[in-house]
């Protein structure tokens, strides 16, 4: 029998119920989406689970009633459908590689894991403590924070450390976050996953990255050695800059969620390399502000302003 599109129910990480693209095949049903245009050339969406250890990709999900019980597999299918339309449909981007590659998820990565990542060809997610974390594919912000280090990798390619690195951090938090689309005034990150004991904390604060430990400005800029333990250079801390550049340009009066991400995704995609500093993010703002909206634009002028108010440029 050839493949089918089917459409199954599953729980997600926080107990809620999700309808979900599978593929009926051979008499079973796989965690397999082959509904986007990404299909038109073989791109589809898998999920798959390592069982607890770290072989990747592990074994592909399957089940017999298209009934999904597995909450973290059902959220990493879920969310990577998700982020895979919005890139799509609000950026016109097909996939990571702009060519329908398919998106591969791996869940229960590991024990007691307190991470998510991509590994150069897949996204990766552990199950966290359950203290720290709950299963981390729970939280869209962190799927599509995930799958934006792959659309980062092949575009603007920002080398994970020191400055650079804190962008390519910064530009998955910006995009976790517009995928997202929450109405979430703080502008967190990992909110649905962190410290599930705990409401109303996060991950990380776009809105005041000193929340979490974070710089909000320039004056405030850590220099970490470019090593494990200091997080080359802090890419996870200096971020906090450019985040909250993002959060004051985006609730400028008279900005949209769409256009900034239009602004920010055009800056990553079309004029920000390898070793790219801030100043360099702010020019690449300024000028991808300009293209789509013209020199003397509301969007040109708060770009300008919302770096220049982290004490950048
Ligand atoms: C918002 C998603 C995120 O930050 O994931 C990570 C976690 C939870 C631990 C270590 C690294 C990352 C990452 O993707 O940078
Ligand atoms: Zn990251």
């Keep these: ?34 509904t986007k245009p990404m299909y038109s050339t073989g791109g589809k969406i898998e999920t798959y689970t390592a069982n607890y250890g ?28 998700k982020t895979y339309d919005f890139y799509y449909n609000k950026l016109g981007r097909n996939s990571f590689d702009n060519r329908g590659a398919t998106l591969k998820s791996t869940v229960h990565y ?18 966290g403590d359950g203290s720290q974390f709950t299963s981390l594919s729970g939280a869209l912000d962190v799927v599509a924070h995930e799958i934006t280090h792959a659309v980062t990798e092949r ?7 020191n400055q650079p690195g804190a962008l390519n951090e910064s530009f998955s938090d910006v995009l976790g976050n517009l995928v997202e689309n929450k109405n979430d005034p703080k502008w967190l990150l990992g909110e649905d996953v962190t410290t599930p004991g705990i409401a109303g904390d996060a991950l990380r604060s776009m ?8 710089p909000g400005h320039m004056n405030e800029y850590q220099n970490l050695p470019n090593t494990r333990e200091g997080d080359w250079g802090g ?37 920000l ?38 004490g950048v440029g």
Excluded: C
């Design 110 to 127: 590991s024990r007691n894991y307190n991470n998510a990542f991509w590994n150069g060809t897949q996204m990766v997610y552990g199950d």
């Design 1 to 34: 029998v050839n493949h089918a599109a089917a459409t199954g129910t599953g729980t997600g990480v926080l107990g809620d119920t999700k309808t979900l693209n599978t593929d009926s095949y051979s008499g079973g049903y796989y965690l397999r989406d082959i």
């Design 207 to 214: 809105s005041n990255p000193n929340e979490y430990g974070q």
């Design 273 to 310: 390399t390898s070793y790219s500093q801030f100043i360099d993010a702010r020019n690449a703002t300024i000028q991808a502000a300009t293209d789509l909206f013209g020199a003397n634009s509301l969007e040109a002028t708060a770009v300008a302003n919302a770096w220049a108010s982290v």
């Design 155 to 161: 575009t603007a390619g920002l080398v994970y450390e």
């Design 54 to 81: 770290t072989a990747l990709p592990g074994t592909l999900l399957t089940d017999a009633d298209n009934v999904w019980t597995d909450r973290a597999a059902v959220d990493a299918h879920y969310y990577a459908g």
């Design 235 to 271: 890419v996870h801390i200096n971020s906090g800059i450019p985040n909250k550049a993002f959060y004051n340009f985006v609730t400028t009066p008279g900005i949209t969620k769409d256009n900034a991400g239009k602004i920010w995704y055009r800056a990553l995609t079309q004029y």
